[in-house]
């Protein structure tokens, strides 16, 4: 599946109608087709293009922008072992040893059930758990070869589903309210932004003639 499905293209169309502007969706929505797909697959993104009115080429240019949004498919979790420095003086490093042999995959690729991918990451604040790893951005430390495995065994057997959803997508945390405020009073704000930029700008402008004039004067 790559365009929305029915039920997502409601949620799209939710999420559209909670923000004045429809191209301030595009991030909602990559990360509801991302949760559909499990990435943003070609025809996902010119689908969000068309619902919020940019080109695809827009669409791939913000994705591509963020970790979190994936261009190209990755497994259902995304395993992500720490190496940085704290990290690495408690063990980061043999961690992700460990899980490359475990997996049986490098950082980088994917199991070949498609069920996991390894990654080696920077410091994802969460040092206080040192050695640790990311799975679908939530946290798990400290870890070692034996909490490992378990880890990557209760995840294969879905003991985790609530915990870690699959593709680990934002699009669980669902909006249900836009701003807290009118479309009138977004437009009247916009307009008084315009005029006081308009002012500075002319105001600049006449300094500039000003000191031309002076200097021609001297
Ligand atoms: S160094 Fe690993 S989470 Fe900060």
Redesign the pocket.
């Known amino acids: 599946m790559a365009r929305f499905s029915p039920e997502n293209l409601a949620h799209a169309r939710l999420l559209l109608s909670l923000y004045p502007e429809p191209r301030s969706a595009l991030l909602p929505l990559c990360h509801l087709a991302q949760a559909q797909d499990g990435w943003l697959t070609p025809e996902a993104m010119e689908q969000v293009a068309e619902l919020v009115g940019v080109t695809p080429a827009e669409v791939l240019g913000t994705a591509s922008f963020y970790d979190m949004l994936h261009t190209s498919p990755v497994g259902t979790y995304l395993i992500g072992v ?1 190496t ?5 003086l408690a063990g ?1 490093e043999e961690l992700l040893r460990h899980a490359e042999r475990s997996l049986g995959v490098a950082p980088g690729a994917t199991t070949e059930d498609g069920m996991f991918t390894l990654e080696e990451v920077e ?5 206080d ?4 790893a990311a799975v679908n951005w939530r946290y798990f430390g400290p870890l070692g070869p034996d909490a490992f495995d378990e880890l990557v065994g209760q995840l294969r057997a879905g003991a985790l589903a609530a915990e870690v959803p699959a593709h680990g997508v934002l699009s669980r945390v669902r909006r249900r309210r836009g701003l807290a405020t009118t479309t009138e009073e977004v437009a009247a704000e916009r307009r008084a932004a315009d005029e006081e930029r308009a002012a500075r700008a002319s105001a600049k402008a006449a300094e500039a003639q000003g000191s031309g004039d002076g200097g021609s004067r001297s």
């Open positions: 720490c940085n420095l704290a990290c690495l980061g410091c994802v604040a969460a040092c758990r040192a050695p640790c």
